[in-house]
């Protein structure tokens, strides 16, 4: 086995959660949006065509063979001028997920919705104190489906087919006994699509985040990112966010990530900076923490625009 390569870390770097899912009744969703004065702000589309594409790109395995309850998306902005998932709240109709739990509840295919808040770990995107306020109501309501736990990291491989085999096996220990793992290549993006579940994992995916940020969402990245890595892994938890936390779920999250990372050879024997995480946590506990979720990832715009 070849020896680890140590590349260098930036202070930024960390890992943090960068999206939750509920699935929720749709008409206790409703009550629950006209409290918070939400109702009104909820869009069927959006006018950032380039944020349409990203959606029907990134939801598009979401979609059901059922043609009477067809997938559908609607939009509630929670920050003005939005040009990306983060400081939004999605709300998925007739989904995969919305399907199976209303088979499980024995309910009809469109008596849940699948309400998603993305992009809460993105450096190149200010979180709005909005966004966490509304993301606080929903955690002490509603149990959590599912999340998005991410670490980015500086590593100077590229991420396709030919380093198939490096994901493949720094993911050996988190894939099914006895079951071929599901691995495959899309872009710049590497997937493993069943992981082992008693670790309560759904998907990992490592992929490219300077690319993606630079080439698909056409942000002005600085240079010395060049080399920017993300790994992200989807957890399923089932529970409140709170309890979840206190029965060490996101410490055995951060472990996975630190494994994974270290197997790829991205990291020394120090772990990844939890320090966005720990933020999220503090600031969602107790909103009156002066915490602040500022983008430093992207160039200085010049003469202030």
């Not at 950032?48 to 559908?72: G, L, R, S």
């Not at 096996?169 to 691995?183: F, L, M, V």
């Not at 920017?228 to 089932?238: A, D, H, N, Q």
Request: charge should be positive; aromatic fraction near 12%; charged fraction near 30%.
């Amino acid at each position: 086995m070849s020896e680890a390569i140590i590349i260098k870390d930036y202070q930024e770097y960390s890992a943090g959660v960068d999206s939750f899912r509920f699935c929720i009744p749709k008409d206790s969703f409703n009550v629950f949006l006209r409290k918070l004065g939400l109702f009104e702000k909820k869009r069927k589309t959006t006018r950032n065509k380039q944020v349409d594409a990203y959606i029907k790109q990134k939801y598009k395995n979401h979609k059901t063979n059922i043609k009477k309850h067809p997938f559908n998306i609607k939009y509630i902005n929670l920050k003005r001028g939005v040009k990306s998932l983060s400081n939004t709240i999605l709300i998925l109709e007739n989904s995969k997920t919305c399907h199976e739990y209303s088979k499980a509840n024995k309910k009809n295919y469109n008596y849940y919705v699948e309400v998603v808040f993305a992009g809460l770990h993105q450096p190149s995107k200010d979180i709005g104190p909005l966004t966490m306020k509304i993301l606080k109501y929903f955690l002490r309501r509603y149990k959590v489906h599912s999340m998005d736990l991410a670490v980015d990291f500086d590593w100077d491989k590229e991420i396709n087919h030919t380093n198939k085999h490096v994901f493949e096996q720094a993911t050996k220990p988190y894939q099914q006994e006895n079951q071929k793992p599901s691995i495959y290549n899309e872009g710049t993006s590497l997937y493993l699509n069943n992981p082992d579940p008693k670790n309560g994992l759904a998907k990992i995916i490592i992929y490219d985040k300077y690319k993606k940020q630079t080439y698909y969402h056409k942000e002005n990245i600085k240079p010395e990112l060049k080399n920017w890595k993300r790994l992200e892994i989807t957890i399923k938890t089932k529970a409140r966010f709170f309890a979840w936390i206190e029965k060490d779920g996101a410490n055995e999250g951060i472990e996975i990530l630190n494994d994974i990372t270290q197997r790829i050879g991205a990291r020394g024997v120090m772990g990844a900076s939890v320090d966005v995480l720990s933020k999220q946590i503090r600031k969602l506990k107790d909103l009156r923490r002066a915490i602040s979720f500022k983008a430093w990832a992207k160039m200085p715009a010049k003469n202030g625009f």
